[in-house]
C-alpha cells in the first residue's frame, strides 16, 4: 500500500479527502488512514451521548483520542456534531421535577455543552458540524419537530451558532444534513441557511452527507445543490460520503461478495462525483467518506440488519478498487 499514490495528495489542490473514524477503526486501518486521508470526523465519539452522558459529566476519553490520532498523522479534524435531536441523552431535556424543559433551561443546558466542548477543542478542531438534520423532509413545516424546536422554538438553530462563535472564533460553523439532493428539501435547506446569513448568525458553511448509492442523486440534483448554497457565499463540506451498492428498497441479505458489475457501476460513479465536486473545488473544501474500507460501514446495518455492503473506493483487505483507480483518474485527467 506504501507505494499507491496518496488519495489527499491526489486532490490536494481541490480539498482535503477526509475518513469518519471511531476507536476501533483507528487500529484497524490505522495504516490506511495515515497514508490515504487528511482529514478526520468522529463517527460517534463527539456526539453528546458519548461526550455529555449525565448533566455534571464530561467523558472526553475517547474524542481526546480522535484528535491526538489526527495531531500524530498531520490530519486535521471536523467536529461531529453539537446539537441533534438524535443520539443526545433524555436528560437534557427534562427539568430537575421529570417535566420538560423550558426555553431558558434547555438554551442553559445548550451553551454550556457548547462552551466545554467547543472550548476544549479551540485550535485542534477546524470546523463543526453545529447543527444536524433540523429541516423537515417532507411537509409544509420548515422544521423538523424535535425536543430541541419544541422547547426553544425555531431560534434553537441561531443560538447554537452564535454560541459555538463565541466558544471558538477562529473555527468554521457549518449545518450538515441529507438528501439536500432532493429539490423540495434543497429549498428548505436553502431557505433556513439564507435566512440565518440575513441575520448575520455565524456561519460558513454547509456539509451535504452524501449518503449515496449507484443511482440516487442524479448528477444534476446534486449540481443544483451546490450552485444553489455557493450563491449564499457558502463553503461546502461532502462530510458523510458513500456510495451503497444497493438501492435503499433492495432487501437481500445473500451476497457475501460484491458483483463485478456493482464493482464497475461503482468505480463509474466514483468518477463522475468527484470530477463533479473538481469542477466546484473553489467552494467544496473537504470531502470527507463516513468511514474508509469495507471492512466497516454503519451501512452493514442500515436500512437492512445484517445486509453486508461495500461502499468505499478501499475494499475490505484494504486494498484500492477499481473506484480508487477512478478518483486517481478524475485527480490527475490526462
Ligand atoms: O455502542 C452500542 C453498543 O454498546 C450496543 O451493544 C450496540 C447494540 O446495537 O449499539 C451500539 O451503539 C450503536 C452505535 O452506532 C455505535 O456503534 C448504535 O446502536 C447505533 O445506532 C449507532 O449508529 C450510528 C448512527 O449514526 C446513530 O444515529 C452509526 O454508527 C453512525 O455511523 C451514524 O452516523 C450518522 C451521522 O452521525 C449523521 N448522519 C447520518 C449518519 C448515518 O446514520
Redesign the pocket.
Known sequence: MERLPKLHEAYGNSFKIGA?V?PITMVTQKELLSHHFNSVTA??EM?FERLHPSEEVYTFEQADQIVSFAKSNGMSVRG??LV?H??TPEWVFQDSSGGTAGRELLLARMKSHIDEVVGRYRGDIYAWDVV??AIADSGSNLLRSSPWLASIGEDFIAKAFEYAHEADPQALLFY?D?NESVPEKREKIYTLLKSLKEQDVPIHGVGL?A?WNLEFPALDDIRRAIERYASLGMMLHI??LDVSVFAHEDKRTDLAAPTEEMLQRQAERYGQLFRLLKEYSGSVTSVTF??AADDYT?LD??PVRGRKNWPFVFDENHLPKESYWNLLKEANPE
Open positions: 469518519a471511531n463517527e460517534n456526539k461531529h456534531t441533534w438524535n443520539q444536524n438534520e450538515n441529507y452527507q449518503h462530510t458523510e463516513w468511514g454503519w446495518h442500515f
